[in-house]
């Protein structure tokens, strides 16, 4: 996971955003993206972004990309050296691997991500390569917690019908959304047992971005891979 920190980005983006499509300076979005992969050892193409849309569509690919996968929230893969990155601002940003199979995917899970099930089509995306979820390790990264995330109470029901367990009060007591909990929930119920919490809330951590909290702002990315072999 990447956070606000050692960007090109100037305010209300400072510094490292990753999201070009929030207004941003896209040279200071490029020069930020050419660190990631600087870091990361790989060349520029070999970054994988997506143009998330809080749907459930599900890309499979097996080399770069020419660009943003269109309309799309998870993308899936199986060939070495292919970073897959995920954006997000206060939705769950998702990575999967099952090291047995060789597969890895990243996933962008709002709240109408979580209750249209783009985890579930993500999963039969990654069976469809090999994987079997016994063997899939999954990591929740940071997001708006259940506390800051007020709903309004039918919205609450609808995610609740999904997955019960996203349903908490805010600290306030009004209706809230853990979408991390939900998740966890999908995951459990879908056989998948090894999922690690990011605790951090991107609402009360000044080092991440947060929409709910900033309106205008720049994306934090969750970025995953296989090495060779």
Request: charge should be negative; include cysteine; charged fraction near 20%.
């Amino acid at each position: 996971m990447t956070d606000r920190r050692g960007g090109r980005s100037v305010p209300p983006y400072d510094s490292f955003n990753l999201g070009d499509h929030v207004g941003d300076d896209i040279a200071a979005v490029t020069a930020n993206r050419a660190r990631v992969a600087r870091e990361l050892g790989v060349a520029a193409d070999r970054l994988v972004w997506m143009n998330q849309v809080h749907g459930t569509g599900v890309a499979v690919v097996d080399g770069p990309q020419d660009g943003p996968l269109p309309d799309t929230d998870a993308v899936v893969t199986a060939a070495p050296r292919l970073v897959l990155a995920v954006l997000a601002a206060d939705c769950v940003p998702v990575l999967l691997t099952d090291p047995v199979a060789g597969v890895v995917a990243a996933v962008h899970a709002g709240r109408e991500g979580v209750r249209r099930g783009v985890l579930p089509a993500t999963l039969s995306a990654m069976a469809s390569l090999g994987a079997r979820a016994r063997h899939v390790t999954a990591l929740l990264g940071p997001a708006v917690c259940g506390a800051c995330y007020e709903v309004p109470p039918a919205m609450q029901a609808e995610v609740a019908a999904v997955t019960p367990a996203a349903a908490v009060p805010t600290r306030s007591g009004t209706a809230g959304l853990d979408l991390r909990a939900g998740l966890a929930e999908v995951l459990a119920r879908a056989g998948v047992t090894d999922v690690v919490h990011d605790p951090r809330c991107t609402v009360e951590d000044r080092q991440l971005f947060s929409h709910r909290r900033d309106g205008v702002t720049g994306r934090q990315a969750g970025l995953v891979w296989l090495d060779p072999a």
